[in-house]
């Protein structure tokens, strides 16, 4: 029996809004693809780090329900299907469990990750730099894209593996300490030409960046933090509202074969 009246009216804004969750489940699919892919250009090597990339897993796995589901419940909507109609509720009612679970999960492991993080980019810069490929540019990506040296501060260079010269050979090593100069990669200079060498002393001048990487890192995460929970509660509202629309016309197709069946 065809739906008549509101009924008819929330039918098609089933299939509206089953159009529009397909589209939010293909934008957070591609969101966390990236992430993931950017993420991993930094994580490269680190196992440790890459342990915290748990939301983005979930939130891959959601996106991807959330493009099944929103052809689903088009078609649910289509048809008339109670079953179709049911599982698309149980199934969004799953997609917006598991997107609270990885948002609480971030939030409680906040303090975790950064201290990790940090951990994993001072061992990085004071052992493995210049002597692995993958370190090298895991490093200069960090520090070229979000604009910072070091993991505290630039100081943390001349502590690194990579100012060895400094100790292996002894002329050099008498000049650089009276010189009191380190070096630092040109993923820290925002002119590589003039920047490379820089002053113990700790007067850094403009030719090098002066924040560190897991001060900058914060900072990116608090200015892009608005958008994300913008977008997840906007996310969330869409899916909440499916599970209304859904559960509704669910009942008044039932209601529908009630009435057609005693008639």
């Avoid at 959601?62 to 099944?68: F, K, R």
């Avoid at 997107?99 to 001072?122: F, H, P, R, Y």
């Avoid at 008498?174 to 590589?192: A, F, H, R």
């Amino acid at each position: 029996m065809a739906l008549q009246g509101c009924y008819a009216c929330i039918k098609y804004l089933v299939i509206i809004f089953n159009f529009l969750f397909w589209l939010a489940g293909i934008a957070v699919l591609g969101l966390s693809v990236y992430s993931y892919i950017k993420g991993s250009s930094y994580a490269s090597g680190s196992e440790d780090i890459k342990s915290f990339f748990t939301p983005l897993y979930i939130l891959m796995a959601a996106g991807s329900l959330m493009t099944i589901l929103g052809f689903l419940g088009c078609c649910g909507a289509l048809r008339e299907s109670q079953c179709m109609l049911g599982t698309f509720f149980f199934l969004v009612l799953v997609v917006l469990v598991a997107e609270i679970t990885a948002g609480v999960w971030a939030l409680m492991n906040k303090k975790e990750a950064k201290k990790v993080i940090a951990d994993e980019l001072t061992k990085i810069i004071q052992k493995q730099y210049g002597n692995s490929t993958v370190a090298n540019n895991t490093i200069d990506a960090i520090q070229h894209d979000l604009q910072c040296c070091g993991a505290y501060k630039p100081e943390d260079w001349a502590e690194s593996n990579f100012n060895k010269w400094r100790t292996d050979i002894s002329v050099l090593d008498k000049i650089s300490k009276k010189l009191g100069t380190y070096e630092v990669p040109e993923s820290c200079c925002k002119n590589p030409e003039t920047c490379v060498r820089m002053p113990l002393n700790g007067v850094l001048g403009d030719s090098v960046y002066s924040k560190g990487c897991i001060d900058a890192m914060e900072d990116f995460i608090k200015h892009n933090l608005k958008i994300v929970v913008g977008i997840g509660i906007g996310l969330g509202s869409i899916q909440i509202l499916g599970l209304i629309f859904s559960i509704v016309l669910c009942c008044a197709i039932k209601n529908g074969e009630g009435m057609s069946y005693h008639v």
